[in-house]
C-alpha cells in the first residue's frame, strides 16, 4: 500500500506528523544534523534557539575535518627510499617520459613525497647481488653429451627497465641463459668443456648473456658466471672416465719420453763433440809429429852427409840406448870371445829395500856405463880389425 493511501495519511507521511505543511524545511534537518554532530563531539544541541550561530560551527567542524582527512592523505604520501635503493614512480599506470623520449630517471634515496590514488611508487634494490642456479644436458660440437651446471650472479642496473620494460625479467634471465649457454657448448668440443676450457666457457657465456639482456631491456648486469660442473652424464660416466685415465696415460708417456729426451740428447752432443774434439787433437798431433820428424830428418841427413860414420854410430848408440833402457834384463856378446854376459837387472831392483832404491839404482847405472864402455870398445876394435884388412 502506497504511504499516501486512505485515512491513515498522517501516520503514512515519511516527513512525521507535519500534516498538509508541505515539505521538509531544509534548515530544520541541517539542524537535526548538527545536533548530532554536537552531541558526537561532547556538546549537546541547542534546539532552534541556536540556530543562527549553528550554521557556522557546522562550517568550523567541517574544515577541521577537511583538515585531517588532507593531513592524512599527505602522511600516507610521505616514504623513505635507502641507500641501495631506488624507487620507480607511477602517474597513472605510467612512468613519466624526458622530452626525448626516455624514461625520467629514478627516484633517489632519502624522503620522497607521491600522491596517493594518482601515483604509485615501486622500490628496487640495485646493489643486492642475486645467484640463479642452472643445469642442463648440452649437446657439443663433436656430439658428445655434456651435464653442465652453472650459478648466474647479477644485479639490477635499470630499475625503471627492469620494472617496466619487461613483465617477468627473472623467467627471461633463465631463459636467455638456457640459450647462451647452449651456443657456447654447441661451438665448442667436449675435451674443452669438461678440461682446460671451462674458464674461457664460463666468459663466452657471460658476453652472450649480458648482450641478450641488454637487447630484451631487462635492466639486469652480469657479474660473474661460474661454471660449477661440466662432465657426461651419469650413464655414461664410468665409460668416460675410462677415456681420460687412458689420455692422461699417453700423456704422462709423451712427457716421459720428452724428459728422457732431453736427458739423453745433451749428453750424446757433448760425447760427439768430445770424441771430434779428441780426433782433432790427434790429427794435429799425429801431424805436429810428421812435420818434426821430418825437419829432425832433414837436419840429420844434413849431418850425416858432413860426418856418415860418426853420425851412423850416434844413432845406433842412441837407438840401443832407448830401448836397452826400457828392458830389464841386459844380455850382452862380446865379439872375439866366447862367453855371454847376463846382468839380471830386474833382480837387483827387487833385492833392494825401500831405504837402498838409490844405491841400488847408481850401482845400476854405473854398471849399465861399464856395458856401454865395453860395448864401444869393442867396437872400435872391430872398427880397427875391419880396417887393417
Known sequence: MAWNDGGNEKNNDPWGSRGDQGPPDLDEAFRKLQSQLAGLFGRRGGGGASSSGGGGTARRYFLILGLVILLGYVATGIYQIDQQERGVKFTLGKVARTSDGEFAPPVMPGLNFYFPLIQDVEVV?????????????????????????????????????????????????????????????????????????????????????????????TGIYISKVNIDRSGPPPQVKDAFDDVQRAKEDESRYINEARAYAEEILPAARGNAERVVAEANAYRDQVVARSEGESQRFTKLLGEYQLAKRVTRDRLYIESMQSVLSKSAKVMVDVKGGNNMLYLPLDQLRRQGGADENSANQSAVDQAADEIMRAIERNTGTSRLRRDGR
Open 125 to 217: 634494490n640495485t646493489t643486492k647481488l642475486n645467484t640463479n642456479h642452472h643445469e642442463s644436458l648440452m649437446l657439443t660440437e663433436d656430439e658428445n653429451i655434456v651435464d653442465v651446471s652453472l650459478d648466474v650472479q647479477w644485479l639490477v642496473r635499470d630499475p625503471i627497465k627492469h620494472v617496466v620494460a619487461i613483465r617477468d625479467p627473472e623467467n627471461s634471465l633463465v631463459q636467455a641463459t638456457e640459450s647462451a649457454l647452449r651456443h657456447v657448448v654447441g661451438s665448442s668440443t667436449l675435451d674443452s668443456v669438461v678440461t682446460e676450457g671451462r674458464a674461457e666457457m664460463g666468459a663466452a657465456v657471460q658476453a652472450r648473456l649480458q648482450e641478450r639482456l641488454d637487447r630484451y631491456e
